[in-house]
């Protein structure tokens, strides 16, 4: 090349390159670069894992923006930071913890849980789910674990792996058949309990998959847990929108962040012939986001084989991982964690104390 290239040519090269996730440019994360004949290495640093196909392409656009190159080699490391608002003391071996809420029931916030923390492992995550729903806990049957956590000599539990995901769930503890009729203040203590003496083992996030509703797990986990942000799960369905509505304005009156909405079951996919039907709306979930000022975080199809692999304890991001829907769920998790990567590490200088009226 007749002149060498700058820092500065660089940065203005990435400006214009989104990352995955959509929340910074190319140039935001930057760290070095080196020249090599006709050869262009650059090194990246974000905040947040990314999917292989996510990979390939900035490494695609970031290529197309300096042509004159032979080849531009991306390498992409990551450094996943803590966030633990309002000054709480932080849960070892836990960095962030996100809770996954809906406050309506049957929207299909467990099995987009589980989906979403797999596709974060799978981006080379450290990842774990914690149950939060004690009355009815649907993650054992979703990750197709049967077994019980070993207790440790210091009365600790290990949580359960599998996928490569570490777990815990009440599911573990009791008979599937057993009912657990139990009082607010009993539930509460429960997820205190599953959540400070599981000895989780260094995970870059937890996802907290909760109960329906606003009610005492909710609040406990607002109150007493340093969550650095909340994700809302709806479908289009009116119905379902009110509910979720109420969710999201429980976490701003508790000062955790919403991170953003995802609408489940977009569209009805028909096995045979691939049609697609919005049975429960069009749209309501993207409504609600712009109505809310928070992230639409994507849309999810209603189709038999995410159905069918999660009943069979094998979530469509692993049985199928190149399928449609896993990718769909690549892209959500990624957004995810990109919409916390840009968040302040602590709120602590940005609220007064909680206030539950």
């Not at 969550?227 to 000062?255: I, W, Y």
Request: glycine share 8%.
């Amino acid at each position: 090349m007749s002149n060498p290239l700058s820092r500065t040519d660089i940065l203005s090269g990435l400006q214009t390159v989104t990352l995955p996730g959509g929340q910074q440019t190319a140039d935001a994360v930057f760290k070095n670069f080196a020249v090599q004949s006709n050869e262009l290495q650059l090194e990246l640093q974000l905040g947040f894992p990314i999917t292989r196909a996510h990979r390939q392409r900035l490494q695609t656009e970031i290529h197309s923006q300096f042509k004159n190159f032979a080849r531009v080699i991306v390498t992409v490391d990551r450094k996943i930071e803590a966030h633990t608002p309002q000054g709480m003391k932080s849960i070892p071996g836990i960095k962030n913890i996100i809770a996954v809420a809906s406050g309506k029931g049957g929207v299909g916030k467990s099995t987009t849980t589980v989906n979403i923390a797999l596709a974060l492992q799978q981006a080379g995550a450290r990842v774990g789910i914690l149950d939060a729903d004690i009355y009815g806990p649907n993650q054992p049957h979703l990750l197709g674990i049967q077994q019980k956590p070993v207790l440790t000599e210091d009365k600790k539990l290990l949580p359960v792996e599998r996928y490569g995901i570490q777990s815990m769930s009440m599911g573990y503890l009791v008979d599937p058949t057993t009912p657990m009729v139990w009082r607010g203040p009993m539930i509460s203590s429960a997820l205190h309990q599953l959540l400070n003496e599981t000895r989780w083992d260094a995970l870059d996030y937890l996802f907290v998959d909760l109960p329906p509703g606003t009610g005492d797990i909710q609040l406990t986990l607002a109150k007493k847990i340093p969550v650095a942000g909340s994700v809302l799960v709806t479908t289009p369905q009116e119905v379902a929108l009110l509910d979720v509505r109420k969710a999201l304005e429980m976490f701003n009156k508790t000062n955790v962040p919403v991170l953003g909405v995802i609408e489940n079951m977009a569209t009805h996919v028909c096995r045979q012939c691939g049609h697609e039907e919005a049975i429960f709306g069009v749209g309501g979930g993207a409504r609600l986001a712009e109505q809310c000022h928070v992230r639409f975080l994507g849309q999810l199809p209603l189709t038999m084989a995410i159905c069918e692999s999660a009943d069979r304890g094998e979530p469509i991001v692993i049985a199928d991982p190149e399928s449609l829907c896993a990718l769909h769920y690549g892209d959500i998790a990624t957004a995810i964690a990109a919409c916390l990567a840009v968040q302040p590490k602590s709120y602590a200088h940005l609220f007064s104390n909680i206030v539950i009226e």
